[in-house]
Nanobody
Framework: QGQLVESGGGLVQPGGSLRLSCAAP???????????MGWYRQAPGEERKLVAS???????NYSDFVKGRFTISRDNARKKVYLQMNNLQVEDTAVYYC????????????WGQGTQVTVGS
């Protein structure tokens, strides 16, 4: 098991919602809390892209293609990061991953298995 474990994906119709969770069961709180955390996604045939990020003090940033529809949040006490996805569209179909980011905004840890999100009828 890697440092980060994603869950919550599934099949949803266009316009629907999902909430993804990212847990850090092997990471102690003092290591998790200072991390800038992010959600990424990778669609078939495409590169992995950063979707949203959240600082330790909960300042958030979103890619243009999800702004206004997705919300990232974190629970430092539970060492978890969430991604609430509303008004999902077919183009949101991808495997979603979470990771911490370095000071140069690069992924910090090995990638987990991700969670598949499929939007379709």
């Amino acid at each position: 098991q890697g440092q980060l474990v994603e869950s919550g994906g599934g099949l949803v119709q266009p316009g629907g919602s999902l909430r993804l969770s990212c847990a850090a069961p092997r990471m102690i709180t003092s290591v998790f809390n200072p991390n800038l955390m992010g959600w990424y996604r990778q669609a078939p045939g495409e590169e992995r892209k950063l979707v949203a990020s959240i600082t330790p003090d909960r300042t958030t940033n979103y890619s243009d293609f999800v702004k206004g529809r997705f919300t990232i949040s974190r629970d430092n006490a539970r060492k978890k990061v969430y991604l609430q996805m509303n008004n999902l569209q077919v183009e949101d179909t991808a495997v979603y991953y979470c990771n911490a980011l370095t000071s140069t905004k690069q992924p910090k840890y090995n990638w987990g298995q991700g969670t598949q999100v499929t939007v379709g009828s």
